[in-house]
């Protein structure tokens, strides 16, 4: 996920993020200023995170993500969603659980992996096509070209997809290893930011929870208390 620094107004991909008790930041990779997200109307700032269960630092995170991303090196079927190899007589794919029996099924360009996301039919033909046109001569200007449309319309997925059966080839092709990489960082912040949605709705969910116990609890007091209050005037009547 690329950003606009509020700082010096650099636009590009996190060099890292930042978890505190006010919430997430992104750190700009050209100057290092730490920019707030705002997370849609979640109420209140994020839960820090536990002391005792401490964030890895986000470069390795990426670097781990990275190298989940490059496909495996040997020969034998792989995984026609992920480019991993298949070991025989696998019936699932190690690496991202799709059941191979099943998905050879599907004709070529019909599998679900392989459809545009709704809303997006346009921009994945677009892309589509731009990637056709690098694969046909590896030209660097045709590739700079798919890689500005997938930055720009996030289609990160369908890229990250077709860099990794390109490099079962072209191991050392820099450019795709570099757009691999910076689609890691980005999957990284995309995590971060849903791990932060998630802990502020869980500790607004634990608050609404309470305070209807809370109701529930008072509710049944007086509740018991008019009916104590019923008998007790009948007995002394």
């Known amino acids: 996920m690329e950003f606009r620094c509020e700082a ?3 636009v590009g991909v996190a060099a890292s993020t930042k978890a505190d008790a006010a919430g997430i930041a992104l750190i ?3 100057c290092g200023h730490p920019n707030r997200l705002d997370l849609g109307g979640v109420p209140g700032p994020a839960p820090a995170v536990p002391a005792q269960k ?3 630092p986000s470069s390795t ?3 781990e993500a990275f190298v989940r991303f490059l496909p495996m090196s040997g020969d034998g079927e792989r ?3 992920c480019a991993h190899v298949a070991a025989q007589p696998d019936q699932f794919c190690a690496r991202c659980g799709l059941n191979l029996e099943a998905a050879h099924r599907f004709a070529p360009g019909e599998a679900p992996w392989e459809r ?3 809303g997006l039919e346009s921009e994945w033909e677009q892309a589509r096509l731009l990637w056709q046109a690098f694969e046909s001569n590896g030209e660097s200007e045709r590739f700079a070209r798919f890689a500005d449309f997938i930055r720009e319309n996030e289609l990160h997925d369908m890229a990250a997809r077709r860099l990794r059966f390109y490099l079962i080839d072209h191991p050392d092709e820099q450019n795709v290893l570099s757009l691999l990489r910076e689609i890691a960082g980005s999957v990284h912040t995309r995590m971060m930011v849903a791990q932060a949605q998630a802990q502020a709705s869980t500790a607004d969910f634990s608050d609404v929870t309470q305070r209807a116990r809370n109701v529930l609890l008072w509710g049944a007091f007086f509740f018991w208390l008019v009916i104590l209050v019923v008998i007790v005037t009948r007995y002394m009547c």
């Open 8 to 10: 010096c107004e650099h």
């Open 54 to 56: 401490p964030n890895p």
């Open 28 to 30: 700009c990779a050209n």
């Open 61 to 63: 995170f990426v670097d």
């Open 79 to 81: 995984c026609p969603k």
């Open 116 to 118: 545009p996301p709704l």
